[in-house]
C-alpha cells in the first residue's frame, strides 16, 4: 500500500492507493478517428503512431475506497530521420484525463485502469 498526494493538492488525490503491475491505456489517432487500447506493464515501452509510450507507476485505490487509477507515463514523439522529443511526462488520471494530459496535433492518449499486482 501507498498513500500519496500524486500531482494534485486536492482531496479527491489522496489516501491509500495500490500499486499495480500493468496499466490499461487508450489512444486516439484524430487523423483517421481509430481509437486503440493496449496494455503495458510497468517499463515497458509502447508505440501507438509515432509515440513512444512507458509506464513507470500505475496505481489504483482499494475496492473499498471510491474508484481511482493514476499511471505515471513518459512519452515521447520518434518521427523517423529525427531525435525524439519528449512530450510528457506526469500522472495521468483515468477519471480525470484532462486534468494532466497529452498535448498532441495528431494522437491523444489516456489512462483506462491499472490492473494487475505489484510483488
Known sequence: ????????????????????????????????ARVSTFELSIDERGTFGTLVIRVR????????????????VEVLDKKIGEEPTSLFNGWMFASSPTLNSLEHPVYDVWVLRCTGSRT
Do not use: I
Open 57 to 72: 507507476a500505475c496505481r489504483k485505490r482499494p475496492p473499498t475506497e471510491p474508484p481511482e487509477s493514476a499511471a505515471y
Open 1 to 32: 500500500m501507498v498513500t500519496d498526494v500524486f500531482a494534485q493538492n486536492t482531496s479527491s488525490y489522496t489516501g491509500v492507493f495500490l500499486d499495480t503491475n500493468k496499466a490499461v491505456l487508450q489512444g486516439l489517432d484524430k487523423t483517421t
